[in-house]
Each structure stands twice: as C-alpha cells, then as structure tokens.
C-alpha cells in the first residue's frame, strides 16, 4: 500500500473547515454548529478536539488495514459511536471523498495515493454497511 501521510501540521480545526466549506449539507449532523462557517470553526475549541479525534481515527484506520479483523471491528466500533446522530449510510463511504479533497489542500497526491484512500474507503464503508443490516439499523 502507498504510504499515506495525513499529518495536518499539529492544526486541527482545518479539516471542519474544509468539510463546512465544501459540504455544508454535512453540518446538519453537528448539532449547534448547524450554521457554522469556516470562520467560526477555526475558532472553535470543540472543532479542535474534534479534529484531532477524527484524525487520529483515520491514522489508526491507515495503521491497521492489513489487519482485516482489526480494521473491521473499528469500522463497527465507529458505527455504534454515530448510531445517536443517525448518519446516511451512504456517507461512511462519501466521507473518503471528503477527506482526500481536504487532503489534496495540504499535500500533493499521486495517484497511486488516491487509489489506496479508496480502497481503505471501500472496506470501511462495506463493513459498516454489513454492519448496519446485520444489526437491522435502517439502510436503504
Ligand atoms: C461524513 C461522515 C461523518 C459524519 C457526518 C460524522 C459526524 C460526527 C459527529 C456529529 C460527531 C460528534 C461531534 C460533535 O458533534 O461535536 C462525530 C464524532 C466523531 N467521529 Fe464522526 N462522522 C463522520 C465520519 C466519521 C468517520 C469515517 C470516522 C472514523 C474514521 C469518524 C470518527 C469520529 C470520532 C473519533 C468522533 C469523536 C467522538 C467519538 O469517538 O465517539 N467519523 N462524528
């Protein structure tokens, strides 16, 4: 697999920046943040953490995607942890596509790179989608 560096230079507000910017519709899920704008989730101390919580997930997703049990278990680890804001099904997919256009604004990204994030992509979301229906959570 390509190695893949998504270290965002200790800030970590920018990837909710990014992600209000570009896919506001996203912002439904972020309750009272709902009309955020980039400016104010730069100031943001809930966004700080919460940006260093999500990369810290996808760095351990990048870290343990050889390891197929593993990887799995935390794709349903991070369901369960969603389950409250009632997430489409389809964005444990979409998000990928989020977070390769934020990274493409820090780093250069080769092809090469941009297949291995849709392969890591893949498998997430298909295990959280078995996941879903496996646990008769709605899917459509
Ligand atoms: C577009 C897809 C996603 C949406 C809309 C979403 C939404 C949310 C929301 C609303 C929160 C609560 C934070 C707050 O309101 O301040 C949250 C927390 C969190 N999300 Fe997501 N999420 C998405 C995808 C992911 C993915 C793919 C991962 C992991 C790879 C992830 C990891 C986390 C983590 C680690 C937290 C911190 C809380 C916890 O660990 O339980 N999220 N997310």
Redesign the pocket.
Same mark, same amino acid.
């Given at each position: 697999m390509a190695k893949i560096n998504i270290d965002a230079d200790g800030v970590y507000n920018d990837l909710y920046e990014y992600?209000f910017t570009n896919?506001p519709e +996203?912002r439904v899920? $972020?309750?009272?943040?709902e009309n955020f704008t980039a400016a104010d989730v730069h100031t943001s101390e809930?966004?700080r953490?919460?940006g260093e919580?999500?990369l810290?997930?996808?760095r351990?997703?990048v870290n343990v995607f050889d390891d197929e049990i593993t990887l799995k278990s935390?794709a349903r680890e991070?369901v369960n942890?969603?389950r409250e804001?009632k997430?489409d099904p389809l +964005?444990?997919k979409? $998000?990928?596509t989020?977070?390769v256009g934020y990274l493409g604004t820090k780093i250069k990204l080769d092809e090469k790179t941009k297949k291995a994030w849709t392969s890591i992509g893949k498998v997430?979301a298909e295990e959280c989608w078995r996941y879903l229906k496996e646990s008769d959570f709605s899917i459509s």
């Open positions: 992600m896919f +996203l899920y $972020f309750k009272g943040a809930r966004f953490k919460q919580h999500i810290l997930a996808i351990i997703l935390y991070t942890r969603h804001f997430l +964005l444990w979409a $998000f990928f989020v977070f997430f």
